[in-house]
């Protein structure tokens, strides 16, 4: 097989109804020779954009299947003489059942939340009656976090075979083969929740077992190993434990500390969510005033190192949507939380990225007496904030982009995609000044890099807070094993070991596998 590269206007990399027979005749292809397109990825440096695509040549024979997982190929494990008991049904969880099943052990998924169909009703309650179901919403549920906040699929991970792994069991289960080829491959929220389903029925079909609406209220310790879970007043035994609740079961956290299980406070990040009309990214980006049929709606990634009170924390671009929405993710009323997310097609008419603060321990003073809590606690009191001073509801403070840079309150706000509404406010008033002033420094910077970036077209709302888990539940670095409690697995983002869908599933299946070549029981 060999590669080439070839360079196409968007109108013939985006058609698919050109895009082979272009790539054939600028390559000069025999009708003898088999190809296909292996990676691509859109160029704006120049005025003009293209997309540069990857392309695999065979000269004779056809090219092996790009998808080689085959649901079929697992083995059925309904008797299995071992099980694992996996706390939370997202990413993590899900990818840990698969692989469970591939190494013959039985996976027994706990989830607190709804399957995806039944949370769709919980997450209108928030968008239209400001009321948060703390069992299920943006965070709790099947799926986790990621199945309606965008579907992004991007990870900086360096483990090549292992992201092309988790990519090619979402194709199996109904993800369009594109994510495969993509520089930055996206589901869409919209087309996310029928994958989740299937990997579902794929995990149930082969002998999993899946249970929602079953939360976890204890964990049974004895002499530093994990004997049971109980949840719904049942006790739940297995030969090995993955947790994997995500990084907003707060309440885990608690009841991992009760037992005597450790944990540990660490840095995150937090700041607001910035929302542009995807018209002006498109601009700068493009350098064009109008992106046309082919072009997808474009992102940014940026950065900017601060300073406040002689101390140095970056800021940065978290979780981009173009074309997408800003949603309410909190998990408790009383509290304000925004993601964002994207449909499909990315075809809203607004922007929003999270714009976020790195946070370090020492940021943390003031609440050192919470132990293992602090982190936590600085979270909450912002959320706590953010809603108390918006009028507690789930209508969110907002402030115009340049207003908030001068301290001036917005005497009014562009419209949004933010469905429960917004409520103009100081948002350093919601905001820490270690965090507010950081910020104001970075927009500017950004607007800089970005010509056009810093308007008042643009408004920030808070708070973005959810970024990752305030708290990391120490694990061994090889065994993936908890460093005191044996059995037991700190599984993708909750645990501090995950940043996103892909990262999270690969998290999963590796602590699967550790948890089976340190329990599996051995042929007498």
């Known amino acids: 097989m060999i590669e080439k590269e070839v360079v196409l206007k968007p109108e013939e990399a985006f ?3 050109v895009v082979l027979s272009t790539i054939k005749n600028k390559l000069q292809l025999k009708d003898s020779q088999y190809f296909r397109i292996a990676k691509r990825s859109i160029d ?32 059925k494990v309904h008797e299995a003489k ?13 990818f840990a059942a698969l692989r469970f099943i591939e190494l013959g ?55 090549r075979g292992d992201i092309y792994r988790i990519l090619e069991i979402l194709v199996a289960h109904g993800a369009k083969e ?11 929220t919209n087309k996310l929740p029928k994958i989740i389903q299937s990997i579902r029925d794929s995990i149930i079909e082969h002998g999993g077992e899946v249970h929602f609406n079953t939360k976890v209220t204890s964990f049974q310790v004895e002499n530093n190993e994990l004997k049971g879970v109980k949840a719904n007043d049942k006790n739940y035994i297995a030969d090995a434990y993955i947790l994997a609740t995500g990084h907003s079961a707060r309440d885990i956290f608690h009841l991992l500390h009760e037992s005597n299980i450790l944990i540990e406070a660490k840095p995150f990040a937090l700041g607001v969510r910035v929302e542009h009309p995807q018209r002006i990214i498109d601009q700068i980006q493009y350098k064009c005033d109008d992106r046309g049929e082919y072009l997808p709606a474009s992102s940014y990634a940026l950065v900017h190192q601060t300073y406040f009170n002689d101390k140095k924390r970056g800021v940065f671009s978290f979780c981009m949507c173009p074309g997408g929405f800003i949603v309410p993710a909190a998990t408790e009323s009383g509290e304000i939380v925004v993601n964002g997310m994207s449909p499909s097609r990315r075809d809203s008419k607004y922007a929003n990225s999270g714009i976020v603060v790195a946070i370090e321990l020492e940021d943390m003073l003031q609440f050192d007496d919470k132990g293992p809590f602090k ?8 959320e706590q904030q953010a809603c108390k001073i918006a009028g507690n509801t789930q209508a969110a403070p907002a402030q115009r982009l340049i207003d908030f840079t001068q301290g001036k ?7 949004t995609s933010y469905q429960p509404g917004l409520v103009s406010t100081r948002m350093d008033e919601v905001l820490p000044p270690f965090i507010a002033e950081r910020l104001k420094t970075a927009f500017k910077a950004f607007g800089k890099k970005m010509k056009g970036y810093f308007t008042n077209e643009a408004i920030i709302v808070g708070v973005e807070s959810r970024t990752s888990s305030p708290i990391r539940i120490p694990r061994e670095k090889e065994s993936l094993e908890h460093t005191q409690t044996k059995r037991l697995f700190p599984c993708g983002e909750g645990a501090g070991y995950a940043g996103g869908i ?8 590796r602590c699967a596998e550790r948890a089976v070549e340190l329990y599996k029981i051995k042929n007498e």
């Open 15 to 17: 058609n698919e109804e």
């Open 105 to 159: 052990w039985k996976p027994v998924i706990l989830e607190r939340g709804k399957d995806v169909r039944s949370r769709r009703r919980d997450l209108a309650d928030i968008n239209k009656k400001h009321i948060v179901n703390s069992e299920s919403n943006y965070c709790f549920g099947e799926g986790g976090a990621g199945t309606y906040s965008d579907g992004k699929l991007y990870t900086r991970s360096k483990k």
């Open 178 to 188: 594109d994510i495969m080829i993509d520089a930055h491959p996206h589901i869409g």
């Open 82 to 94: 071992q099980t694992a008991i996996i706390i939370g049904a997202g990413p993590a969880g899900l």
């Open 502 to 509: 892909v990262s999270a599933a690969m998290d999963g299946e």
């Open 375 to 382: 982190g936590l606690a600085l979270q909450e009191s912002i």
């Open 409 to 415: 309150l917005s005497k009014d706000l562009p419209d």
């Open 44 to 75: 704006a440096r120049s005025k003009e954009v293209k997309v540069r695509v990857k392309v695999e040549i065979n000269n004779d024979t056809p090219l092996a299947d790009r998808i080689n997982y085959k649901i079929s190929d697992l083995p």
